[in-house]
């Protein structure tokens, strides 16, 4: 048995590996995106009927088999339909590069911290009033037709300025807040609704909307319910509640930063010390 096994080995080509490998890196990106969106539900039920085909396969049912088969090819077309979302996220992320590296960063650590601070101030002082808030951090995937939605500010982002859109009363304060290069870019902002039915129905509109831009980009969304003061954030069509400052600032800083600034000045330093050893010599 283990001639065989070596005699297996020793027979694969380099072309077979290299065919081996890259359908295993496209089948555990597969079981990636199922594990980070709605798509969970859908493969437990594709199993169940999976193992039911099977089973009617084997005993021979030929009018079950007929109406599986029927099943099969009705439930991929409703798979495009009902996670169109998923799919063009994932499509998205294809296309800018987001299967080899999840790099996204665009401001310098000083930036990132003003912005941050400020975030933090705001953001905590809505929670401490009850001031309902809806803000969307812009990332890879372009927000320029939900910003036509409402009106362009382009101004640095304050716990003053964002204090004034979200003021009870002010002309945007029911809509949403675009952040793009770590800058208000536009303000009043209506989102797309999330159709999910899985959400509580203690969530309001702020809530489904700030899903539902998670759902159909790779857009942030921070928000302050307007009943309680809670803090959330929701992501790649999800909702984390009960966000505390840290957990609201570490979340931030790891947005804003641009971790290639890091990377440059490692490289820097390790030139540096290369170079003062080659000059030792």
């Not at 809505?126 to 036509?148: K, N």
């Not at 382009?154 to 952040?179: C, Q, R, T, W």
């Not at 797309?192 to 159909?216: C, F, M, Q, V, Y």
């Not at 966000?243 to 947005?255: F, I, R, Y």
Request: a negative charge.
């Amino acid at each position: 048995m283990k001639q065989t096994i070596t005699e297996i080995f020793a027979s694969l080509q380099p072309s077979t590996i290299l065919d081996i490998l890259v359908v295993a890196y496209i089948v555990y990106k597969i079981l990636g995106f199922i594990r980070d969106s709605r798509a969970q539900q859908l493969v437990k039920g594709l199993l169940v009927l999976g193992v039911a085909y099977a089973a009617a396969d084997f005993l021979q049912l030929h009018l079950l088999l007929w109406i599986l088969k029927g099943a099969w090819t009705v439930g991929i077309i409703a798979i495009i339909i009902i996670f169109q979302p998923e799919l063009r996220r994932g499509l998205e992320r294809m296309g800018r590069g987001g299967l080899l590296n999840g790099h996204i960063g665009k401001l310098d650590k000083g930036n990132a911290k003003r912005v941050t601070d400020e975030f933090v101030e705001a953001i905590d002082m809505f929670s401490e009033t009850r001031t309902g808030a809806l803000i969307v951090i812009e990332r890879e995937v372009s927000l320029g037709d939900i910003a036509e939605t409402g009106t362009i500010v382009d101004a640095e982002v304050s716990a003053e300025m964002l204090g004034n859109i979200f003021y009870k009363g002010a002309p945007l304060h029911a809509g949403a807040v675009i952040i793009r290069d770590g800058r208000i870019f536009a303000a009043g902002c209506v989102l797309p609704l999330t159709a999910s039915l899985e959400l509580s129905k203690d969530l309001g509109t702020r809530h489904r909307a700030a899903i539902g831009i998670t759902e159909n980009s790779d857009a942030v969304t921070l928000i302050v319910s307007e009943e309680n003061g809670v803090i959330s954030v929701a992501r790649g069509g999800r909702l984390k509640r009960f966000l505390d400052t840290k957990e609201l600032e570490k979340l931030l800083l790891n947005l804003f930063i641009d971790r290639s600034d890091e990377d440059k000045s490692l490289m820097g330093w390790v030139h540096k010390i290369l170079g003062r050893k080659e000059d030792a010599e």
